[in-house]
């Protein structure tokens, strides 16, 4: 595909080439116009390839809205503009790896890929909670419905925090994302747990800047809740600023930093 490099300008139609931007791309894009229209592509045998990408594409879709509805209260502040793209890909390398499934059909199993799930990255700008994980210990039962953070004796260094901030606070989120498989019935792909999206946050007491932070923040989902081995954990664990005004009011700031912790 050729990539415009010059500053040329032009109204309508040039010929048979046409001019487009993606979302989040600062390069213009120069292709030829026409191709192959829907009806050639959804019932040409010369298209089968193409029509198996197109439905396992859309199931990863799915699945990625799904972690995104598990992330929501993290979004959009704890991510750059380019966060579901790098998504949609380890969903997709998670896709790929389905060696038992047809073309076009691979199941999304995230409970047999878990670790590819470790690389989910909110902000490459941001490495601030990364920096801070050597005081932080995560643990889990088997049941996998909670999880408790131990945090020893972490002190922020100045240089982190952003301008302004009296406080901070640790954040530790759970959200639950599931299998996905490709049912007959409807053509479409199927979470296998209802818990699919079901989220769950705590937090740690607000902490003045400067001052160290040792406590243990728990985080569970209700007392009812049974995972299945259709269902991924992930683990996310942030550091929010604040700053307090009158009457202890604490409002947040920008600077904050949230990573993937855990997936189990």
Do not use: W
Request: with cysteine.
């Amino acid at each position: 595909m050729a990539i415009l490099t010059g500053a040329i300008k032009y109204r309508g139609s040039f010929k048979s080439i046409r001019n487009y931007r993606n979302l989040h791309d600062g390069n213009t894009y120069a292709g030829e116009k026409g191709g192959a229209n829907r009806d050639l592509i959804m019932n040409n045998p010369a298209f089968a390839r193409t029509r198996e990408n197109m439905s396992e594409f859309g199931g990863c879709g799915v699945a990625v809205k799904a972690i995104r509805r598990g992330l929501l209260n993290l979004l959009p502040e704890q991510t750059d503009k380019n966060f579901t793209g790098r998504l949609m890909s380890i969903v997709k390398e998670v896709n790929r790896r389905d060696m038992e499934g047809l073309r076009g059909k691979r199941a999304i199993l995230f409970s047999a890929s878990r670790p590819t799930l470790m690389a989910i990255v909110f902000n490459v700008l941001q490495k601030m909670a990364e920096m801070v994980q050597i005081y932080l210990v995560s643990t889990h039962p088997v049941s996998r419905a909670e999880a408790t953070l131990t945090v020893t004796a972490l002190e922020i260094k100045p240089v982190f925090v952003p301008k302004g901030a009296t406080h901070f606070r640790i954040q530790n989120h759970l959200s639950i994302i599931s299998d996905y498989v490709y049912a007959e019935e409807t053509g479409r792909y199927e979470p296998l747990s209802p818990l699919n999206g079901m989220s769950t946050s705590a937090y740690s007491q607000y902490t003045p800047v400067g001052t160290s932070l040792t406590e243990v923040v728990k985080a569970a989902y209700p007392i009812a809740t049974v995972l299945d081995e259709d269902c991924t954990v992930i683990q996310c664990v942030g550091i929010e600023f604040y700053v307090m005004t009158a009457g202890d009011v604490y409002l947040p700031l920008k600077g904050s930093g949230m990573m993937v912790n855990d997936v189990f």
